[in-house]
């Protein structure tokens, strides 16, 4: 498995903990803000469940395809701006103006992701004779 999926696997794994954590602490609390939901909710969906599809979409989607991944180092400045995004969104309050520019990071790391795999599936060229 190549460095950038074990990255993202580990980033999923270490987000599923710690947004578990905070659904229990939502559960004890009688009342929760706002802000820990968002949290709980993106920790869920974008740290773990979208983290580990990228990690094993990165290793297996070319693979399947029978051709290598596109661009790798693209794989990886998206796996930091997933990171940055999704920290950063959920240290603010949902509509904070510092949350919408996180949330722009987020949005422009997916459509790396997107694009990154859409070529990658592409039939290779054939070779020049
Ligand atoms: C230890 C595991 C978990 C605990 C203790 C937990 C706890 C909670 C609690 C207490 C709420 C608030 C419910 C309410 O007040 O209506 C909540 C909401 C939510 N949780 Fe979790 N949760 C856990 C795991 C997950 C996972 C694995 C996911 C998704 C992959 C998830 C997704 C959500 C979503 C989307 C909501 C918001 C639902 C809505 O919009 O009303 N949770 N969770
Ligand atoms: C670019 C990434 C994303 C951004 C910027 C974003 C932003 C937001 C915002 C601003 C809210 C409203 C929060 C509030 O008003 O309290 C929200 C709610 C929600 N989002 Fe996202 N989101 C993103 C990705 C996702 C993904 C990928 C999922 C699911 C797979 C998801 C599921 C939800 C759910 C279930 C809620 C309702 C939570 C609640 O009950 O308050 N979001 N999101």
């Given at each position: 498995m190549s460095p950038l999926s074990k990255n993202f696997v580990r980033a999923?794994?270490?987000y599923f903990?710690?947004?578990?954590?905070?659904g229990v602490l939502m559960i004890f609390m009688k009342g929760y803000p706002a802000q820990l939901l968002f949290a709980h909710v993106h920790l869920n969906?974008?740290?773990w469940m979208s983290m580990i599809v990228f990690g094993v979409g990165y290793h297996?989607?070319?693979?399947?395809?029978?051709?290598p991944l596109?661009?790798?180092?693209?794989?990886?400045l998206q796996f930091y701006l997933a990171n940055i995004g999704l920290?950063?969104?959920v240290s603010?309050?949902?509509?904070?103006?510092?949350?919408?520019?996180f949330a722009i990071v987020l949005v422009v790391s997916a459509g790396l992701f997107v694009f990154n795999i859409w070529m990658s599936l592409l039939p290779p060229k054939p070779e020049p004779e």
């Amino acid at each position: 498995m190549s460095p950038l999926s074990k990255n993202f696997v580990r980033a999923s794994l270490i987000y599923f903990f710690i947004a578990a954590i905070l659904g229990v602490l939502m559960i004890f609390m009688k009342g929760y803000p706002a802000q820990l939901l968002f949290a709980h909710v993106h920790l869920n969906l974008l740290g773990w469940m979208s983290m580990i599809v990228f990690g094993v979409g990165y290793h297996i989607l070319p693979r399947f395809s029978g051709t290598p991944l596109a661009y790798p180092k693209l794989g990886n400045l998206q796996f930091y701006l997933a990171n940055i995004g999704l920290v950063g969104m959920v240290s603010f309050r949902p509509l904070h103006p510092l949350a919408e520019i996180f949330a722009i990071v987020l949005v422009v790391s997916a459509g790396l992701f997107v694009f990154n795999i859409w070529m990658s599936l592409l039939p290779p060229k054939p070779e020049p004779e």
